[in-house]
């Protein structure tokens, strides 16, 4: 199976900040990375795909990028509603493996 | 909009069983890969079961095969996990995905707890 490490597990930012998670994979998946959002009690929703497609109906302040086998969403300027729990996805090979999750909490 | 809407969770012994449901709306339900995902407190999140899309082809991780079974029935747009001799492991909230390049619809969830 495919290794997918994410980092930070916990994050604190202040609103405006600009916010970077990363999620590295035990091998080459090319561009095969989702990035998701979840916030308390609501179902999780996807943000970026295939590592840096915006999601329809996303903002723009969020994005992703890679290189080689490390992978990075950002956000340029947090704010309020960005509060949440933000989790990684490779699907370039069964099974599909997921990051551990960083917890992004206001300073 | 992709919708999902998972119930049958609750609190179970040791070594019984279990069935959760999902309803579908919002897509063609029987165009889609579909999926189970768990998440036990605390924990990361964990694939548990993938159903192609006549129901002829499912695919499970070891921890649970051969005691969970997904199936799912396209004239209702329903998708179904069958949970048999459930352990306190597979205590979780189990979320309802549809599979798509990745899971590009999630259910909110229902909690399944396994205790005596």
């Known amino acids: 199976d495919i290794q997918v490490t994410q980092s930070p597990s916990s994050l604190l930012a202040s609103l405006g900040e600009r916010v970077t998670i990363t999620c590295q994979t035990s091998q080459s998946i090319s561009n095969n990375l989702n990035w998701y959002q979840q916030k308390p009690g609501q179902a999780p929703m996807l943000l970026i795909y295939y590592a840096t497609s915006l999601q329809t109906g996303m903002p723009s302040r969020f994005s992703g990028q890679y290189s080689g086998r490390s992978f990075t969403l950002t956000i340029t300027s947090l704010e309020p509603e960005d509060i949440a729990n933000y989790f990684c996805l490779q699907h370039y090979s069964a099974p599909n493996t997921f990051g551990a999750g960083t917890k992004l909490e206001l300073k | 909009e992709v919708q999902l809407v998972e119930s049958g969770g609750g609190l179970v012994q040791p070594g019984r069983s279990l069935k959760l449901s999902c309803a579908a709306s919002g897509f063609t339900f029987s165009n889609y890969y579909m999926a189970w995902v768990r998440q036990a407190p605390k924990k990361g999140l964990e694939w548990v079961a993938t159903?192609?899309?006549?129901?002829?082809?499912?695919y499970y991780p070891d921890s649970v095969k051969g005691r969970f079974t997904i199936s799912r029935d396209n004239a209702k747009s329903s998708l179904y996990l069958q949970m048999n001799s459930l352990k306190s492991e597979d205590t979780a909230t189990y979320y309802c995905?549809?599979?798509?390049?990745?899971?590009?619809?999630w259910g909110q969830g229902v909690m399944v707890t396994v205790s005596s």
């Open positions: 159903i192609s899309t006549s129901g002829s082809r499912t």
């Open positions: 995905a549809r599979q798509y390049y990745g899971y590009t619809g």
